[in-house]
């Protein structure tokens, strides 16, 4: 039993993830005009209109609204990721402006990408405490990226790779902002964020799928790490929060072989396949090879970083 079964997320779901994908094959040139990000955050006052009212601007004071201050420094933290390491000007590429929803709803158990925004519940305070977490924020940005790459189509593999990617963005704004190296992080995806009623310490783990929350209320974490106990369903689009656990591990071990920092060359070999794959309908397995075949052009053909990459794909039931 999943929290994504709800019906209304279901449908938050499917109109967050299905605006028409832009592609975008070519690696963009460097934005002469890269520079700083534009951000607007908004107090949604716990009703459903978006982007409801505007209360930070950029280069505003702190609003005081401790939600919507999280989401404007963790907006420049996503900002400073894709800028300052991969050359990329906010979500879309061309320096779109970064706005965000806080306290969407009431008691809301979810936070989401519309296609042109983000927006954050509170949660209930049983199930979840907050979305403000800089990992899920780090996600949910992460699904603009994506849209305005070429996209992934929400379902089924392509669905997971979507969501696992997302994850991958989200892990690697944290380390970057925490300065922490692959050993020193705890690789889990919305750490804190579940409310005292549930027993469990995260959304997601990436180093072990799996084990982050097991609980009568929210069942086990239905991650997969090998695709041995990978999972065919109909719930949540094919399974792409769980299936995500897959894509997850093997980006996971392919940073622990390595060492040194997530960011640096995994982050950059899975930017530049991103930016590369112009395959909406990709399966994991044409993700691995997108992502080899970027890996051997960053670091030559049959470098010792591409074994060890094939190696994680390999150990996470891929054959590349
Ligand atoms: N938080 C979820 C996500 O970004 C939203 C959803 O699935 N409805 O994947
Ligand atoms: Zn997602």
């Not at 028409?20 to 009703?47: M, N, T, W, Y």
């Amino acid at each position: 039993r999943t929290l994504l079964k709800h019906d209304e997320l279901l449908r938050q779901d499917r109109a967050a993830h299905t605006s028409p994908a832009q592609p975008e094959s070519a690696l963009p040139e460097a934005d002469p005009d890269l520079c700083c990000p534009d951000r607007r955050i908004h107090d949604g006052e716990f009703r459903a209109a978006l982007p409801g009212r505007l209360v930070r601007g950029e280069g505003d004071p702190p609003s005081g609204i401790p939600d919507a201050d999280m989401a404007y420094d963790s907006a420049g933290q996503v900002f400073s990721l894709f800028a300052e390491e991969y050359g990329r000007n906010s979500l879309d590429g061309r320096g779109m402006p970064l706005i965000a929803t806080v306290r969407h709803r009431r008691g809301y158990n979810n936070a989401f990408w519309n296609g042109d925004q983000m927006a954050y519940g509170t949660g209930d305070g049983k199930v979840f405490q907050t979305f403000l977490e800089l990992s899920v924020i780090g996600h949910e940005m992460a699904h603009g990226v994506i849209q305005h790459s070429g996209g992934l189509i929400y379902e089924n593999q392509s669905g997971a790779l979507n969501e696992s990617i997302a994850d991958v963005f989200g892990a690697l704004t944290q380390q970057r902002a925490l300065g922490q190296e692959v050993h020193q992080a705890d690789w889990l995806v919305g750490r804190g964020i579940l409310g005292p009623e549930v027993n469990g310490t995260a959304l997601r783990s990436m180093k072990a799928p799996g084990t982050a929350y097991s609980d009568p209320l929210l069942g086990q974490d239905p991650q997969p790490w090998h695709m041995d106990h990978f999972v065919t369903t109909t719930d949540d689009n094919g399974g792409v929060h769980i299936n995500s656990g897959i894509p997850n591990h093997a980006f996971y071990l392919f940073c622990n072989y390595l060492g040194g920092r997530s960011w640096d060359l995994p982050g950059r070999i899975w930017y530049q396949a991103l930016q590369q794959l112009n395959n909406p309908m990709a399966t994991f397995s044409d993700w691995a090879d997108q992502t080899l075949r970027t890996a051997a052009g960053l670091t030559g053909v049959g470098s010792q970083q591409v074994l060890l990459l094939r190696r994680a794909w390999k150990l996470v039931g891929i054959a590349v």
